[in-house]
């Protein structure tokens, strides 16, 4: 098991950029080089819609930004596209000077909220600019899965390319309100464009925890470690006894997978940024740190910050993304 220890928050947008009023959601970061981190987040404009930003930070001291991209990444989709209303990243895997980034695409609804899929960009001059895939998304909705499809994190293992993503399985209302159920679902690829979805559901929701979402699988050891966030479906805006926190499970195969206690020192606060809500982290290896990125409160509102971790087992081995 892995122990942390906060060290604070890094970014909240200050307002001042029409793209970028507020928010920065589901950080996701990429190791440019050996003293330069890169993260990218979403941000909201005047009208809601997301689009991705980014900030270098300093690999040795992660509180220390060194620059804020001008831009957006990308710009939204074409009308009618699956990422018109909302782009947010979810995951990067690295390949020499490719860089594949998972993102989210974002639709408004009529008769529920909002509806997600799953996009893919590209770069290649090792991760400053990106180009979209394609305009239509790498997994949406379908037969089997017809509500929406979230949140993945990718793996590649030699030839094998995996994904742990969360699928929607239906609404409820709730105070009048249409609310999401989803649970962690598993995909396999050749070459991490075209996905077999397998039906495997990895971790599931029960009486208590109708959501989970934002699985980040790593490789420990022997056995792979799955960091997630879960809440319960009333008030989980601003009740904190309802609202996100971090849930971790361990499995041998990355398929069948066991719940352990929530990680230590990932609770939320007593007061502050991360005192409602703790979501959608990042766990990598920097400089022989483990280093857990998250969102606070608000789903990325008050922004993100991150911990440091330290794993109890002797030995210890990482299959990078």
Request: aromatic share 12%; with cysteine.
């Amino acid at each position: 098991m892995m122990r942390w220890e906060k060290r604070g928050r890094i970014f909240v947008p200050d307002g001042t950029r029409p793209w970028m009023r507020t928010h920065a959601a589901l950080p996701v970061v990429d190791q440019l080089d050996a003293a330069t981190l890169r993260v990218f987040f979403a941000c909201r404009d005047d009208e809601n819609r997301s689009r991705i930003a980014s900030i270098d930070l300093a690999a040795s001291d992660p509180l220390r930004v060194l620059r804020t991209a001008p831009e957006p990444l990308l710009p939204l989709g074409q009308r009618g596209t699956f990422d018109d209303n909302g782009m947010t990243p979810s995951c990067i895997v690295a390949d020499g000077q490719l860089r594949y980034l998972y993102y989210i695409g974002w639709n408004p609804q009529v008769t529920v909220s909002y509806r997600l899929a799953i996009g893919l960009a590209v770069s290649e001059d090792g991760g400053h600019t990106y180009r979209r895939c394609s305009s239509g998304p790498l997994l949406d909705r379908d037969r089997d899965e017809p509500f929406f499809n979230t949140a993945p994190c990718v793996v590649r293992e030699r030839e094998r390319w995996r994904m742990w993503y969360s699928s929607c399985t239906g609404w409820t209302e709730i105070q009048g309100r249409a609310e999401p159920v989803y649970h962690v679902k598993y995909a396999e690829s050749d070459d991490g464009l075209s996905w077999r979805r397998t039906g495997v559901v990895c971790i599931d929701h029960d009486p208590g925890i109708q959501a989970i979402g934002r699985p980040w699988v790593v490789r420990l050891g022997d056995c792979y470690g799955m960091w997630f966030s879960y809440r319960g479906l009333v008030d989980y805006r601003t009740d904190p006894r309802t609202s996100y926190r971090i849930g971790y499970a361990e499995s041998r195969d990355g398929l069948h997978w066991d719940r352990k206690p929530d990680p230590t020192g990932l609770e939320r606060s007593a007061e502050g940024w991360d005192s409602v809500m703790m979501a959608y982290t990042h766990i990598l290896r920097v400089q022989d740190s483990w280093l857990c990125f998250y969102n606070g409160n608000g789903f990325g509102q008050s922004g993100f910050g991150y911990a440091v971790g330290e794993d109890e087992r002797p030995t210890i081995r990482r299959v990078s993304a």
